[in-house]
């Protein structure tokens, strides 16, 4: 069956640190993979996808960059994390019914 | 580009009493409709979904209804419980990319 890492659970950065959140699926081969930020508004703000290993799509202009080095990893990245960056943080995967599959998500507090 | 409205954004309803989250929608071309129950502090769980295809799909307490000609699905849930009180988000995808466009979620609380 398939499967959706995500870590860690928690994080507390301070203004300016790097940011490296990683997201892995097991189970199934090429999938779409997503990053998503909720704030505490609670709306799902798509930041980037991914079709395939070294294919990315930004969504939203911001400080953050996505990388996809294996055909199941996705990493969500920072050089410099800002205040506004706090959020939590969800990975997800597609399978071929369009079906979203999520992570249990990163809590990113920036300090 | 496609569009998702969500309501109401918070429900609050007694224990056994039913409740129903719409959710409008602007793509002609959208063929998927998922929902999906968010616990505090964990990601969004898909409960049901419903394609195009058909108009109504039902799972033991919930069921889902959707109206393609008006663009506009409903999630009913009966007999409610207070594990039902989440976040519930409805979106749309299918269309001609790989993305699915959430509402905003509506605030579900079921008081016992």
């Known amino acids: 069956s398939q499967t959706i890492h995500q870590w860690p659970a928690t994080l507390v950065q301070p203004v300016g640190s790097p940011l490296s959140l990683e997201c892995t699926v097991e189970?199934?081969?090429?999938?779409?993979l997503y990053w998503y930020r909720q704030a505490a508004g609670r709306g799902l703000q798509l930041l980037f996808y991914?079709?395939?290993?070294?294919?990315i799509s930004s969504e939203v202009p911001q400080n953050l960059s996505a990388s996809r080095p294996q055909d199941r990893q996705f990493i969500l990245s920072s050089k410099k994390l800002l205040l506004s960056d706090s959020g939590f943080y969800l990975c997800a995967w597609r399978g071929g019914n369009y079906g979203y599959t999520f992570g249990s998500g990163t809590r990113l507090t920036v300090v | 580009g496609e569009n998702v409205e969500q309501h109401p954004s918070t429900l609050s309803v007694q224990e056994g009493d039913s409740a129903v989250i719409k959710c409008t929608y602007s793509d002609s071309a959208s063929n998927y409709f998922p929902w999906y129950k968010q616990e505090l502090g964990k990601g969004p769980q898909l409960i049901i979904d419903i394609r195009s295809n058909v108009g109504e799909k039902k799972d033991q307490r919930i069921a889902v209804t959707l109206n393609k000609t008006a663009k506009h699905f409903s999630l009913h849930i009966t007999e409610t419980q207070p594990e039902d009180s989440a976040v519930y988000f409805c979106?749309?995808?299918?269309?001609?990319?790989?993305?699915?466009?959430f509402g905003k979620g509506t605030l579900l609380t079921v008081n016992p």
């Open positions: 189970g199934t081969s090429n999938p779409n």
């Open positions: 979106a749309e995808g299918g269309g001609s990319n790989y993305k699915l466009t």
């Open positions: 991914s079709v395939g290993i070294g294919q």
